[in-house]
């Protein structure tokens, strides 16, 4: 069965770093897209970036030039560098994936959570000042 597992969340305090990894299994067929979201309880999940072949990327506005997403498929791994971290970053860190062509981003770039079948259990990231 396909599982998504991520790692590497933790406490860090504001302007620090974090690098989150997502590793894949059970897929049949190569994922399309892959992507990050995040979630703070009672709200929505919110895209946060999304990686897809050629290494086309697209960024929520509130991280372009702070985090990196990344994908390495011979190790079936993606990640998301994060640098510069904020307060408002502090959420439940999800990956996600997709092996349907194509993807949807909202009208800012960010990728959408109905566009992904696959999900993670989450890992917590959380910023203090």
């Known amino acids: 069965r396909v599982q998504l597992v991520e790692s590497g969340g933790g406490s860090v305090q504001a302007g620090g770093s974090l690098t989150l990894s997502c590793v894949t299994s059970g897929f049949t067929q190569r994922p399309y897209r892959m992507a990050w979201f995040r979630q703070l309880s009672g709200q929505e999940r919110e895209g946060v970036a999304l990686?897809?072949?050629?290494?086309?990327?697209r960024y929520a506005a509130s991280v372009i030039g702070r985090f990196t997403i990344s994908r390495d498929d011979t190790k079936n791994t993606m990640s998301l560098k994060m640098n510069n971290l904020k307060l408002e970053d502090t959420a439940t860190y999800y990956c996600a994936a997709d092996t349907r062509v194509g993807f949807q981003t909202t009208s800012a770039g960010a990728p959408v959570a109905h566009d992904y079948t696959n999900w993670g259990q989450g890992t917590q990231v959380t910023v203090s000042s």
């Open positions: 990686i897809a072949p050629s290494n086309i990327t």
